[in-house]
């Protein structure tokens, strides 16, 4: 399951010093972990703030909306979200856009429901599902919901459960024109350059060739790649 | 598009101002609407589709009839299926008076997922076998000119369908009106977008599918329509095959083997062309199609023309010569 803990050195095939850029990864991954980390950090502080101002008020705990509440996990996971979101890549073969689609969706979740954080309690299974549903849009062959389980480390009942939740928080808006997507790599990109970093995401709007693959390939299947666990 | 208000990555600041607004104390929000019940009085089963049951059903609230998808998750590695999310996604999206709406979305039991459309009467396929064939031409000409306008509406969208036949163009028998439903197989697609399956009914295929293309835009949809054109004018299908193969042979006997010249670019997507299929003459379209008039008979070649980058769009067919006597006033009041 996804829960705290570190990869076991002979399950991870990279070694930790090696950054996203070194890879052969596509441009959107470093882009969004970056922000992805920066939003994290920066609503765990606010949550600390609040929590402080409250109990100079003898007020209780900071109680925040519970739409996400199905995302979250008892303690955040020790793998990060660059690591994360590379494992994704990796093993499930989705187009580049898959993320750039997945971010739409979670910012649209946040907006929908602003009560509600992304923390690192949420972080990851909320990225798992959002390229999963992405995935599921834009990519005519892509792997099941098992594929995705395993690679994310939370069960297949479990993400079949985060995925509907997805839905159901987002009320299936799924669909994401050409303008939108467009506008969100201009703000992804807009936000690099006031990083000092200016990088370019790739545009296409096009499914990865997986000729060898079937669709819809189960973790059974040994044309399936098979990940390894994240372990507690 | 982000103001510092709404970006969800926006200053430190108006996060907290956002936090401050919200009823941090207060209880949280409800279940969602449609979680479980769906307060529907369950009538008929209509049919058993490929993702599950449909049924004909009353709605307790208003007393209308509504029919009911009732997608079954039964596959555990699967979740819920990658054209049932494109189908509701879309439709949440369009909004024209000749595509069909979803009234709304429940869920049942963490296994079912409810689908809940307004009822219209029967489909296409079922009118032309069941009720001998809208032989009344003005009928042909009013659904064909509602069918146009929604797959005008969807291209202007950049939405193709890619699944247009008989049997998904939805009938309200008392105001002769035409929707267009199941959207499974619907996408937004995009100049350069390679598609990867072989997707629709094989009767109502584009050549350039037939042919193996992955490559194709708005013209497969338009294929599709002059394919129902044709079968409202005769009563079946214009070419019935078992098999891509075949399609793609009654199709070259129709309308003649395709060359460089009537297809530019064919020798290239299809290089065992003239190995695979004899050099047939064309046959035309009047010879099977004969009870169109004239305008229609064009309209219809502009439609069913092999080469995709000739074929009449969506836009253009509306405003062909054929609907010049269409009831435009009763159209828009429908």
Redesign the interface.
Same mark, same amino acid.
């Given at each position: 399951m996804l829960t705290a803990g570190e990869y076991s050195n002979h399950s991870w095939p990279l070694q930790p010093e090696t950054s996203l850029t070194e890879l052969n990864l596509p441009r959107v991954l470093c882009i969004l972990s970056s922000m992805l980390e920066k939003l994290v950090a920066r609503n765990e502080k606010l949550v600390d703030i609040l929590s402080q101002q409250l109990d100079g008020l003898n007020c209780g705990s900071v109680r925040l909306g519970n739409s996400l509440n199905t995302f979250h996990g008892v303690r955040a996971p020790s793998i990060s979200i660059p690591k994360y979101l590379e494992r994704i890549y990796k093993y499930t073969n989705c187009s580049p856009s898959c993320f750039v689609v997945g971010y739409v969706y979670i910012d649209r979740l946040t907006h929908r429901h602003p009560d509600s954080l992304v923390t690192s309690l949420n972080v990851h299974r909320l990225l798992v599902t959002s390229v999963m549903v992405a995935s599921k849009m834009l990519d005519d062959e892509h792997y099941n919901n098992a594929v995705y389980a395993r690679v994310g480390g939370v069960s297949n009942t479990e993400l079949n459960k985060l995925e509907l939740e997805l839905l159901f928080l987002l009320d299936f808006r799924v669909m994401v024109s050409s303008r939108v997507f467009e506008s969100y790599c201009f703000h992804l990109e807009k936000e690099m350059v006031i990083n000092g970093t200016g990088m370019k995401i790739e545009r296409a709007l096009t499914p990865k060739a997986m000729d060898d693959l079937e669709t819809e390939i189960s973790v059974e299947d040994k044309q399936s790649p098979s990940p390894p666990q994240i372990v507690d | 598009?982000?103001n510092e208000e709404?970006d969800?990555?926006g200053s430190?600041d108006s996060?907290?101002a956002?936090?401050a607004e919200?009823?941090?104390?207060s209880r949280?929000?409800g279940e969602?609407p449609d979680?479980t019940g769906m307060d529907l009085e369950v009538l008929e089963v209509a049919e058993e589709g490929s993702y599950g049951r449909v049924f004909r059903c009353l709605d307790i609230h208003t007393g209308a009839l509504v029919t009911m998808k009732q997608i079954t998750?039964v596959?555990?590695?699967?979740?819920?299926p990658?054209p049932i999310?494109?189908e509701?996604? *879309?439709l949440? +999206?369009l909004h024209h008076a000749n595509i069909v709406k979803l009234l709304r979305?429940g869920?049942t039991e963490?296994r079912y997922?409810n689908l809940v459309f307004e009822h219209l009467d029967y489909d296409l396929h079922h009118f032309i076998v069941n009720r001998g064939y809208p032989k009344d031409a003005l009928t042909v000409k009013s659904f064909m000119y509602q069918i146009l306008s929604a797959v005008a509406y969807c291209h202007s969208?950049?939405v193709l369908h890619r699944d247009l036949k008989p049997s998904n163009v939805l009938i309200d028998h008392s105001k002769r009106l035409i929707k267009l439903a199941d959207f499974r197989l619907a996408?937004?697609f995009?100049d350069?977008? *390679?598609?990867? +399956?072989k997707l629709g009914t094989s009767w109502y295929r584009a050549p350039e599918i037939l042919c193996d293309s992955r490559q194709y835009s708005t013209q497969i949809d338009l294929w599709s329509v002059g394919c129902i054109f044709a079968e409202m004018v005769i009563g079946q299908p214009l070419v019935q095959a078992i098999n891509c193969r075949d399609e793609l042979e009654g199709i070259f006997k129709l309308l003649g083997t395709p060359t460089e010249e009537t297809w530019p670019g064919i020798t290239k997507l299809m290089p065992n062309l003239h190995i695979y299929y004899p050099k047939f003459d064309a046959l035309g379209l009047e010879t099977f199609v004969t009870d169109l008039e004239p305008s229609g008979l064009n309209l219809l070649s502009m439609m069913l023309c092999l080469d995709p980058s000739r074929r009449i769009s969506a836009e253009a067919a509306l405003k062909h010569a054929y609907f010049i006597d269409v009831n435009y006033v009763s159209l828009l009041l429908l």
């Open positions: - | 598009m982000w709404s969800w990555i430190f996060q907290l956002r936090l919200c009823r941090m104390c949280d929000r969602r979680a998750m596959r555990l590695s699967q979740g819920v990658a999310i494109r509701v996604s *879309l949440k +999206e979305v869920l963490n997922v969208l950049k996408g937004e995009a350069d977008l *390679l598609y990867t +399956e």
